[in-house]
């Protein structure tokens, strides 16, 4: 293997490369284009996949929602089609008794699921709203952005039930001049003053809009009446827990304090955020799969090709190859270098492509920027998956190579010299 | 330098058996200038082809330089054909995408000399047949005599022991084919063992030695006097 390190030895296959251009770009391209496309499906599937969890940033993924339903079967004395109505003493029942807890948040709202909705008023504008009785655990949960100088509800407003809110960013354009200060304002929700301390931006998982007004969660019984009665909860469970465990120890728990039947399905709703994100995880895993059978499998294509072009060229290079060998190349040498020739082509080529196919990621991110509306956020390629790309294509160039070296060194020199 | 001793061999065409060479007792010294003649099917390629280790034969003993040729690997012949042999072909053989002087330095190549010593001695011999102002040009640049000029320089590089001609001049006109019998004859007059095969009486004529085939036996074999090239050039 020293002839690898000699100088002689490259100069002579980049004599031969050089010399033959017409077949040496073919052979790149085909390779490079393999390559290409692999970089570009792996990439935008690292964008998609980038996309895709940006979109669950803002939220504990390992949450769950409870909510009351009515019961399907018959039990204890009550008969089916019982209303159930979770409660505060509920969710400290819950937050005592399972461990699996990290954080249990009630949540009230009006103007959903046919209630009412809050009047707002600001001076000669009102308009209707939904409004959320909130503790400040529910921004752990579901991160809200909040203008500069404002705040989202905090555990003071909610033990002295004081009258602050927080508006939508829709609420603060439809009721204040451009570039005016809401913070201090004060507003009029159902007749009762209250004062403004934050405005939020709406978030991507956009599911309260950017359109409702959240209240301290004890201000907002007192106001609606509410008692102990809640909407919904708002679960996350442990980091090292798992949530669907999780979910079903809860409404068994449920079943038990409202006297429901074991096997009601109805009584109690829920909506588990884990499940759907692995749900989603399993489709990104199962495309990043794809996107790798594919790059590879052109890859394999790329490489086959050079072989091909090699063994072609073999062919019209058997004069050649027999005047070496009538020369004195040994046919050990004579086998390097058409496996070096491969070796190189395969390479640089499989370079070019990952320069090109980076390069298009990188026009591609650039065009994008930051828009939400297409699904594709900072599509890179792994460093080590084009390292292992890269020496498996110098490994599948090398084991591509010995055909046509194999069938250079087969044909005897004479044979070779008599060929016209 | 030569010794051959009842050579044999055949072909396989088919389910038929070819017997082209039908023991061949021949020997040459050192210094000769010996030309093969016979027609077309005589079997004076397949002997050059075994002399120079391209073929093995069938039956008989080869000694160059008194080195047993047999049963060598391909590697061996290899060598051997490096360190022995030059070859000058019909169709000159210079590698297209090689300068004169690369293609006149590839035996060097393969004997592994420096890069620099490759250089210079290749530019000697280019000189010796004439080109070196042509060292830098392409096959495609030159005349078919250049090319042989350039192909015979190749041969020399190596400094083998003896130069295999095929068919040097059959791709010349008779100008340009005494030009290069001239230089043949030169290099022969230095002391080098020379093989030509041919089958042009006036090339023969130009050895010192000539050797005819017939049917794959020798049927004559007689020294001549030799007319020099030089006078037609």
């Known amino acids: 293997m020293k002839f690898i390190f000699e100088r002689d030895t490259w100069q002579e296959i980049y004599g031969a490369i050089r010399k033959n251009k017409i077949r040496t770009i073919i052979t790149v391209i085909g390779v490079t284009w393999g390559v290409f496309l692999f970089v570009f499906l792996l990439g935008m599937a ?46 400290d029942a819950l937050r005592s008794q399972v461990d699996d807890i990290e954080y249990i948040t009630p949540r009230n709202v009006t103007g959903q699921w046919g209630t009412p909705p809050g009047q707002f008023v600001r001076g000669s504008k009102s308009g209707a709203f939904k409004v959320f ?8 949960v579901a991160k809200k952005k909040i203008f500069d100088g404002g705040r989202f509800i905090n555990d003071e407003d909610t033990k002295y039930e004081r009258k602050v809110c927080v508006i939508g960013e829709d609420i603060y354009k439809q009721f204040y001049e451009k570039d005016e200060d809401p913070i201090g304002d004060f507003v009029r929700i159902n007749g009762i003053y209250f004062k403004v301390v934050g405005v939020y931006k709406p978030t991507n998982n956009g599911f309260e809009g950017d359109d409702s007004i959240y209240l301290p969660f004890t201000t907002f019984q007192t106001i609606f009446n509410q008692g102990k009665n809640i909407s919904w909860m708002v679960i996350t469970a442990k980091q090292d827990k798992n949530i669907v465990n999780t979910e079903t120890n809860i409404k068994e728990m449920l079943k038990r304090m409202h006297n429901v039947h074991p096997d009601d399905t109805q009584a109690f709703g829920s909506f588990n955020l884990g499940e759907e994100v692995a749900k989603v995880n399993g489709f990104l895993t199962g495309m990043r799969l794809i996107t790798y059978i594919v790059g590879i499998a052109t890859l394999i294509a790329g490489v086959i090709a050079i072989g091909n072009v090699l063994l072609i060229t073999v062919k019209e290079r058997t004069r050649e190859i027999g005047v070496r060998r009538a020369l004195g190349a040994t046919p050990s040498e004579v086998r390097g270098q058409i496996m070096l020739e491969s070796i190189i082509l395969t390479f640089v080529a499989g370079l070019l492509g990952f320069i090109f196919g980076t390069l298009l990621l990188w026009g591609i991110n650039t065009a994008i920027g930051n828009n939400d509306d297409i699904p594709i956020l900072n599509p890179t390629v792994d460093f080590f998956a084009v390292i ?15 055909i046509p070296a194999q069938k250079a060194v087969s044909i005897r020199p004479i044979e070779a010299l008599r060929e016209e | 330098m030569i010794e051959i001793k009842d050579l044999h061999k055949s072909y396989q065409m088919g389910s038929n058996s070819l017997h082209v060479l039908k023991g061949i007792d021949f020997s040459v010294k050192e210094g000769e200038l010996v030309a093969i003649m016979g027609s077309s099917g005589s079997g004076k390629s397949t002997l050059l082809n075994i002399l120079g280790m391209l073929d093995e034969a069938d039956n008989g003993s080869y000694f160059l330089d008194n080195v047993p040729i047999k049963g060598l690997n391909e590697t061996k012949a290899a060598h051997y054909r490096n360190q022995f042999l030059g070859f000058i072909f019909q169709s000159f053989n210079l590698i297209n995408y090689k300068t004169a002087l690369e293609n006149v330095a590839l035996p060097l190549y393969y004997q592994r000399k420096k890069r620099k010593e490759r250089t210079e001695k290749a530019l000697d011999y280019l000189g010796k047949v004439g080109l070196s102002k042509w060292a ?28 295999l001609a095929d068919e040097p001049t059959g791709a010349l006109d008779s100008t340009t084919s005494y030009e290069v019998m001239d230089i043949i004859q030169k290099i022969n007059d230095e002391g080098k063992t ?33 007319v020099r090239a030089s006078q037609y050039v």
């Open chain 2, 136 to 163: 830098t040009h392409l096959p495609s640049e030159l005349s078919g005599g250049q090319k042989q000029r350039v192909a015979i320089a190749r041969a020399l590089a190596a400094d083998p022991k003896v130069l």
């Open chain 1, 46 to 91: 690292k964008g998609l996949d980038n996309s895709f969890r940006s979109q669950f940033n803002d939220f504990a993924t390992n949450t769950m929602f409870v909510w009351g339903q009515q019961t399907s079967i018959p039990h204890d004395g009550f008969k089916r089609g019982r209303r159930m109505q979770l409660t505060l003493d509920d969710v």
């Open chain 1, 388 to 402: 292992g790309a890269m020496m498996s294509i110098v490994l599948l160039g090398t084991l591509i190579g010995l």
């Open chain 1, 133 to 140: 009785g909130d503790y400040s655990t529910i921004d752990k």
């Open chain 2, 194 to 226: 020379i093989l030509v095969v041919t089958h042009e009486e006036d090339i023969a004529n130009m050895c010192k030695r000539i050797v005819h085939l017939k049917d794959g036996v020798i049927v004559e074999d007689k020294k001549v006097e030799q």
